[in-house]
């Protein structure tokens, strides 16, 4: 009879058994939430170093600059999901297991996409021009932001979020990652990020993350619906992580509009997203999705990473160089589709050999 690990007998202890289908809807919600990102900067986004439309937004679209001003709200969306989906799949893992599969989902593309813009940037910098050398040779280490260096793409900045989001879990994997665990985790990170709002403790801050915490245990508490069934304890987590979002909401309003886009921006269309960002994700905890299945989806979810690292100074550069020639919404829906063929072909071409090469290596033990 094998013989369990104390790791191993703290986690199946209260272990409900585990969905065992693929959330094939969670794969067109990240393509639904990357959509947004790539509207929000292609549409609304006018202050870049040279407008690429060589006009303000408002005059470029002005019908669909402003419900494309919220279109940043598809990072929240992306939070929550990550929150549900790291919980699956950390599940009966070991620590080192969970952090080598978070490094071989991370890095094969963001490699590639670096690199991508790097060239494309040096190239034909029309709207931004590179780092330099030694500046992207700290980018491929993903560690950029706390380092203090530009990122090739500042879209990169979610990415030191969920590092930071993968570092803490791997705690509560290394703990025993149970129902019971899971909860006083999510409860527990709640009440720290409250408390790091009113402490000067920059420290705490970086750590828990309170303009985002509230997303990614929204996630893991809908996740642990999903599981074991509707408990009040878990639907009263994902509710206090939403009253929680929705005043951060209204921070994060204030802020796209002072210091980012310039412009006036109701809090409502904002509240209404994000309430409704909790409501699918409530619907698919609950079974509501599960007939929703499809090849298509598949491929969407594997495109979403590589579009979201790609779009926004390669999309910028493709508008500045067309839109002297053609009409704006034809260059749109043509840049649109080209990051997207370009996201595919990175994910075939350069994420996934170089997934199956990381996965062989790391998968060999360290030495004794």
Do not use: K
């Not at 921070?251 to 997203?273: T, Y």
């Amino acid at each position: 009879m094998a013989v369990l690990t104390p790791l191993q007998r703290r986690t199946t202890a209260t272990a409900a058994p585990r969905p065992r289908h693929r959330i094939e809807a969670l794969d067109g919600l990240r393509l639904v939430a990357a959509l947004m990102v790539v509207g929000y900067h292609f549409v609304a986004y006018d202050r870049s170093a040279v407008p690429p439309w060589g006009v303000a937004a408002d005059q470029a679209f002005p019908w669909l600059y402003l419900p494309a001003s919220y279109g940043w709200l598809g990072v929240q969306l992306f939070f929550v999901i990550s929150g549900f989906v790291i919980c699956l799949s950390a599940w009966d893992r070991t620590p080192g297991d969970f952090l080598r599969s978070r490094v071989i989902r991370l890095y094969p593309a963001y490699w590639a996409a670096a690199l991508l813009t790097f060239a494309v940037l040096s190239l034909w910098p029309l709207v931004r021009h590179p780092v330099g050398a030694g500046d992207l040779l700290v980018n491929l280490t993903m560690l950029q932001v706390p380092m203090g260096v530009r990122s090739v793409d500042a879209v990169y900045w979610t990415l030191w979020v969920e590092a930071r989001f993968y570092l803490l879990f791997a705690l509560l994997v290394w703990r025993g990652l149970t129902v019971r665990t899971a909860t006083l985790f999510g409860y527990g990170w709640l009440i720290a990020s409250a408390v790091a709002t009113q402490v000067d403790a920059p420290a705490l801050t970086v750590v828990v993350m309170p303009e985002h915490a509230p997303y990614f245990v929204a996630g893991i508490a809908l996740y642990l619906v999903h599981r074991c069934g509707g408990h009040a304890t878990l639907w009263a987590l994902a509710g206090a992580a939403f009253l929680l979002a929705q005043h951060q909401v209204a921070e994060q309003v204030r802020h796209v509009a002072r210091d980012v886009l310039g412009r006036p921006l109701p809090l409502l269309p904002a509240l209404i997203v994000v309430a409704g960002i909790f409501a699918v994700m409530a619907v698919v905890a609950a079974g509501g999705l599960s007939r929703v299945r499809g090849r298509w989806l598949t491929v969407a979810g594997a495109l979403t990473y590589p579009l979201y690292l790609l779009h926004e100074y390669i999309g910028w550069t493709l508008i500045a160089a067309l839109h002297p020639f053609l009409p704006r919404y034809a260059i749109l829906a043509t840049v649109v589709a080209v990051v997207m063929v370009a996201a595919w072909l990175l994910h075939r071409y350069a994420e996934r050999p170089a997934a199956r090469l990381l996965r062989r290596h790391l998968a060999r033990p360290l030495p004794r």
